[in-house]
């Protein structure tokens, strides 16, 4: 693997910040194991082993989010929210997880209800952070009825299942990446590795349906300048 000497190894790690970066964006960008990662690494060159992987998967993903958080752009105030069972050592936990108009992942977080109580909670988490939304789409569930009159009352709330097909489609990721897991250890690996992975997802997965091979490859480049430079920001 090339390593730019514009990007210096990190003084308490072994190898430099290029291959930790990349080990995180294969991991998170492909259906990839932390076995599949080590053997990647090591046909360039790189020997790691997969405890390693994981490590800096689990110390850095949450660095590689925070900066896509904080460079996106004002997301599109419609918003589609949507909540989906995940098993977590034997037991049911809910997924609940917010796009906006445009298909980017807002936010997610794991509970272990699917309620009132829940749905206020993941409204108030997304409000504070982004503002109050215009349009809010959900399913049937009655549980959102309330929060939303509460919390965003001047939003047109729109509960139908047809209208909510974009973000069931958002969920189908993180099944498959369950399945390789072999399911998620407990609610906190869940929502720190799902809370990675939506956001990195979000500028390396731009829908090709909607633009040119010129403009998707044009997206692409953006990507890897910001990973780039997210990369040489990594601190401990």
């Excluded at 390593?3 to 960008?29: G, K, N, V």
């Excluded at 360039?44 to 460079?71: K, P």
């Excluded at 980017?104 to 009132?116: F, G, S």
């Excluded at 009825?145 to 974009?166: W, Y």
Aim: hydrophobic share 40%; glycine share 4%.
């Amino acid at each position: 693997m090339k390593i730019p000497s514009t990007m210096p190894r990190r003084i308490d790690f072994r190898l430099p910040r290029e291959i930790i970066s990349y080990a995180a964006w294969a991991y998170h960008r492909f259906a990839m194991s932390t076995a599949d990662v080590e053997d990647l690494l090591a046909r360039r060159g790189v020997i790691v082993s997969r405890e390693t992987t994981r490590f800096w998967v689990n110390r850095f993903g949450a660095h590689f989010a925070s900066c896509i958080r904080r460079d996106r752009p004002q997301p599109n105030n419609k918003w589609h929210l949507d909540e989906v069972v995940i098993s977590i050592n034997g037991g049911k936990h809910w997924l609940w997880r917010a796009l906006d108009a445009n298909g980017d992942v807002l936010d997610i977080l794991v509970q272990t209800r699917r309620n009132a109580k829940a749905a206020r909670r993941f409204l108030a988490r997304l409000i504070t952070q982004l503002g109050k939304p215009r349009v809010v789409i959900t399913d049937k569930l009655r549980s959102y009825i309330k929060p939303i009159a509460h919390q965003a009352p001047d939003a047109d709330h729109r509960a139908h299942k047809g209208l909510n097909n974009r973000i069931e489609g958002s969920h189908r990721p993180t099944q498959r990446r369950e399945k390789i897991m072999g399911r998620f250890k407990s609610p906190r690996q869940a929502q720190r590795f799902l809370a990675a992975h939506d956001q990195i997802n979000n500028i390396f997965r731009p829908r090709r349906y909607r633009i040119s091979a010129t403009s998707y490859r044009h997206a692409r480049a953006d990507a890897f300048c910001l990973w780039a430079d997210y990369a040489a920001k990594m601190v401990a």
